[in-house]
């Protein structure tokens, strides 16, 4: 009777982009590519050679998987396009921006971005889901990227009751027996995703994946805004504003893997092609709070550390939480995340983000 109802209420399919705002309230999130520009640096230095004998009518591919509306990685593409052409000023460099947003914001942050104004560079944004076939530059990708990105489950590839559970919103807050279902299915899309990045790739090119992750003792990443989430999915039920079907379907379909989900399934035939330069495990910690944790008893700080903490949050979950709420019952988002505003207040948590750098340059 409750996957019926539960059926009723989740007839979308998830499509999990962030709100208008990403790259505007993600200080934490933007702070990874200083972790990935040296090694990026020092892989554009060992292919040197190789770059320095290209031609003017070649291309060297950029892609960046799950980019938003490309502007966080937009300081790191920078870098790496001026080292580049230190070596070989007339060859081009292709980004390729692959998303499922629409194309809008992107060429809104493209219409003013300083990469724009570089010499010898041309776009494309495409929107599709990563999980997707890439035509396009299939045997043309050089440098593949993605930062905070690979953590969302391919959608399409299961119904939408599959992403339901009556307390819990994220997988990583279930207890293992029932988050198993989850991960083997994080790992079959990343399996299939890095197949597809093997074949995009040319000999010798290379995939820096800065990946959320979960590095165990409940260190995930920005677990309190999901934690604060569940919460007041539970509250809202008991004071009857969301169904007990709306509060199975609420949940945010991804998965936090940890590094060695990520990392064993490179010992496998089809991807024995990676060699792995770098599983590195890292915690960002929250941008927000860093900076205004010693003014919390000043209740304007504390009030504006809250505001900003629900803003962050909601940039990232409100597209996945819609799905789960009635038609006529939209408008509840506003109370979840004003909710979520006074638990930031009265319990200020920061939220850091758990990494797993991954460097993998194909060799065969
Ligand atoms: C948290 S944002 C990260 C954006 C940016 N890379 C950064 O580092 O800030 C995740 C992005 O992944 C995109 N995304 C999620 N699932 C996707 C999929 N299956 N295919 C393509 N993009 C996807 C979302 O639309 C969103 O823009």
Redesign the pocket.
Known sequence: MLMEKAKMVSLQQY????TKD??RI?DT??A??AMVLPRMLSYIRRISPQIAAMSADEMFVIS??????G???SKLFEAVIRRIHDVNPMLTIKLVY????NPANFEAFWETSTLAKLNNVEVQYIQ?????PFPEIENKLRIGF????LH?????TVGTDYFQHPLCIQPNQLPDLERRKFAEKWIADWRSFLKKCSTSLVKGGALFF?NLANLGDGRWPASSGYNNLMKICQELFEEKKLSEAELNSIFIP?YFATPHEMSRLLNEDDLKCFAVNACDSLTVPCAYFTKAQHKLDNPQERSRLAATLAHVTR??SE?SMRIGLKADNKELIEDIYQRLQQKFYEKPEGLSYQYCLLELVKQI
């Not at 499509?15 to 962030?18: F, I, Q, V």
């Not at 960046?64 to 509306?69: E, K, R």
């Not at 599709?128 to 997707?132: A, T």
């Not at 969302?152 to 399409?156: D, G, L, Q, S, V």
């Open positions: 499509s999990p982009t962030m990403y790259s993600s999130a933007r990874m590519n960046d998987f799950g980019a938003a509306d502007a966080n990685s692959i998303d499922l947003a599709r889901s990563f999980y997707e993605s930062s905070t990105a969302w489950m391919n959608a399409k800065a991804n940039a990232w597209s």
